[in-house]
């Protein structure tokens, strides 16, 4: 199946930093998703994005699909950014998901 | 809140039991998944259903069964449990059952099996 790699898997982070984290996948993909996993377990949806770029407040994604890879931004980071920030991929054809292992972020005060 | 609701969100049993987690998809989606998270294999597919009819399965165990309703719930019945079985086991749903769908989590149900 397809493979999903993550870097770095942690990071420590003084709060008001900015950070990439990324994802390279082994195959094309029709769906990619990042997610933001919070302490008490919960999956937030943070990007559809299979290719192109977009922002959503301090959180911007870029997908490279030809190159295989996608970038998570996070600009000034605050305490509540901590968790594990999951890439997750859909090969053609299907929709269902192969995740990476995670990035664990933790931003600290 | 994504609009996807699983219960119950914390389940304790014991080996050789059998219980039934239930998720509620967002209104007006058609499709469910079931993923497991644990320590040892991380986020994992288990099963898809759009419509009341299985779509894709994944790498889910023979103990496990799942079934979506008329009124389009889910719901993933997993018997025989084993130790191993202890998770985080989320759903998720979309509007159809293509391939580029976002899809939305609900809040999980933390299985632990002692």
Redesign the interface.
């Known amino acids: 199946g397809i493979q999903v790699e993550q870097s770095p898997p942690d990071l420590i982070l003084q709060e008001g930093a900015n950070s990439t984290l990324r994802c390279n996948f082994s195959d094309s993909v029709n769906n990619l998703q990042w997610f933001h996993q919070n302490p008490w377990g919960q999956l937030i949806n943070l990007f559809y994005i299979p290719s192109g770029t977009k922002q959503n407040g301090r959180l911007s994604a870029t997908t490279v699909a030809t190159e295989r890879y996608s970038l998570l931004y996070i600009s000034s980071s605050q305490t509540t950014d901590s968790g594990v920030y999951f890439c997750a991929v859909a090969p053609g054809g299907n929709n269902r998901l192969a995740f990476g292992k995670g990035n664990q972020v933790v931003v600290i005060p | 809140d994504?609009g996807v609701t699983q219960t119950p969100k914390h389940l304790i049993t014991a080996t050789g039991q059998r219980v039934t987690l239930r998720c509620s998809p967002r209104s007006g989606d058609l499709?469910v998944?079931w993923?497991q998270q644990s320590l040892d294999q991380?986020?994992?597919?288990l099963i898809?259903y759009y419509n009341g009819e299985e779509r894709?399965k994944?790498n889910i165990l023979e103990r496990f069964s799942a079934q979506q309703f008329p009124d389009l719930h889910s719901e993933l019945n997993l018997s025989s449990l084993e130790l191993g079985d202890s998770a985080?086991y989320?759903c998720?749903s979309?509007r159809t059952?293509?391939?580029?769908?976002?899809?939305?989590?609900g809040?999980?149900t933390?299985l632990t099996v002692l």
């Open positions: 994504s499709s998944y993923y991380g986020l994992q597919f898809q894709a994944g985080l989320f998720a979309t059952s293509g391939r580029t769908d976002t899809q939305y989590f809040p999980g933390r």
